[in-house]
C-alpha cells in the first residue's frame, strides 16, 4: 500500500544545494510541508521562496549540521511550524580527496562531523519525535561507496558505511515502533558536491573528470527515488542496479574487485593512480 504524504512534514539537510534541493522540490510537490537546513541563508530563502509560491509550506534554518543545538533547534522549528515532524532526510555532506598518509586526523573527524554525526545530529531528536507519535521515516543519504572504497577517498567512504551501519541497525530496533529507516545510495550525480571536492583538496581532485559529468544522473532523479521511498518504504535504495550486484563481488572476493578499482582510478588518473607523496 502506498503512503499518502500529502500533509506529511520532512525536514531535510543539505537543501541548499544538490540532492537535498531537489528532494525538497519534489517532497512539496507531493504535498508535504518541508523545513530545510543549510549554511547558505540566500539559497535557502530561495527554495522556500519557490516552494511557498508553488502553494505548500516550507521553512528554512541557517546552520551547519555539526552543531547539534542547531540541529535539536531545526527539528523543533519543523513541528512546531508543522505541527509534527513525519520524515527526516539526513543529506548534508562532503568529501575531500587525500591520501590517508597526507590527510590530517583532525580533516578526517571533521569530515565524520558533517557526515556521520552531523545526520545523527538530526536524526536523534527527529527520532524522540517519532516515537512520541509510533510513525516516522527517517533516511540516510549514504552513497554507493558504502560499499566500496576508492583510493584517497578513505575518509569519505568510511562516512558514508557508517550511515549505513547505523542505518541497518536502526532499521531493526525500529520496526516495530512503526518507524521506517531508509539508506540512499546515490551513484555519481551532477551537483557541487565535485566543485566542493576540487576546491577542499589539497592536492586537487585527480579522480574527478568534469568531462565525464553527462555520464552522472541528475539529482532530480535521486529525489524522485527518495519520494518513491516515502510512498513505499525499503531498506536501501540504490541508484544503479548494476552497481549493487558488482558490491556483491566486493564481498564474495574484495581481492579481485580492489584490482578492479585500482585500475579504473589509475586510468581515471591518468595512469598516476591515488598515492601519498611518499610512495
Ligand atoms: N553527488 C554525488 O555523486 C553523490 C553520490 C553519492 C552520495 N552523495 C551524497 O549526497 C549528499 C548530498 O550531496 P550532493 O551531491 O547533493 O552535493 P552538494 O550539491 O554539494 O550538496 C551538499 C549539501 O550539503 C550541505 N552541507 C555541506 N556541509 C554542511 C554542513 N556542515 N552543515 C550543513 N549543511 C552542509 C551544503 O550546503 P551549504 O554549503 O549551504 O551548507 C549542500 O546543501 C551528500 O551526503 C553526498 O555524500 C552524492
Avoid at 509560491?53 to 527539528?75: E, M, N
Avoid at 550525480?189 to 566542493?196: A, Q, S
Avoid at 577542499?200 to 541528475?218: E, H, K, V
Wanted: positive net charge; hydrophobic residues 45%; charged residues 20%.
Amino acid at each position: 500500500m502506498k503512503i499518502d504524504l500529502s500533509g506529511k512534514p520532512i525536514a531535510i539537510t543539505g537543501a541548499s544545494s544538490g540532492i537535498g534541493h531537489a528532494t525538497a522540490i519534489a517532497c512539496a510537490q507531493m504535498g508535504m510541508p518541508v523545513a530545510v537546513m543549510a549554511r547558505r541563508a540566500d539559497r535557502l530563502e530561495q527554495l522556500v521562496e519557490r516552494i511557498r509560491s508553488s502553494g505548500q509550506r516550507a521553512v528554512h534554518l541557517v546552520g551547519s549540521v555539526d552543531d547539534a543545538d542547531a540541529c535539536c533547534r531545526f527539528i523543533e522549528r519543523c513541528a512546531s511550524e508543522f505541527g509534527s515532524i513525519y520524515a527526516v532526510f539526513a543529506n548534508a555532506g562532503y568529501a575531500i580527496e587525500q591520501p590517508v598518509a597526507e590527510m590530517s586526523i583532525e580533516a578526517v573527524r571533521q569530515n565524520f562531523e558533517v557526515n556521520f554525526f552531523g545526520s545523527l545530529n538530526v536524526i536523534k531528536p527527529a527520532l524522540w519525535r517519532m516515537q512520541e507519535r509510533g510513525a516516522g521515516h527517517i533516511l540516510w543519504c549514504s552513497s554507493c561507496l558504502s560499499r566500496a572504497s576508492l583510493p584517497g577517498y578513505a575518509s569519505y567512504c568510511a562516512t558514508k558505511s557508517a550511515q549505513n551501519q547505523f542505518a541497518r541497525a536502526m532499521r531493526l530496533e525500529l520496526k516495530a515502533q512503526g518507524i521506517y529507516v531508509s539508506s540512499i545510495h546515490p551513484v555519481g550525480t551532477r551537483t557541487e558536491l565535485f566543485d566542493v571536492i576540487e576546491r577542499q583538496s589539497p592536492g586537487g581532485a585527480s579522480l574527478i573528470d568534469r568531462s565525464r559529468d553527462w555520464t552522472f544522473q541528475p539529482p532530480e532523479r535521486v529525489a524522485r527515488a527518495v519520494v518513491r521511498c516515502l510512498r513505499r518504504p525499503r531498506a536501501e535504495v540504490w541508484l544503479s542496479t548494476p552497481l549493487r550486484l558488482a558490491m556483491a563481488l566486493g564481498v564474495a572476493a574484495p581481492g579481485l574487485a580492489d584490482a578492479i578499482i585500482d585500475l579504473l582510478a589509475r586510468k581515471r588518473a591518468g595512469g598516476q593512480g591515488i598515492s601519498s607523496s611518499g610512495e
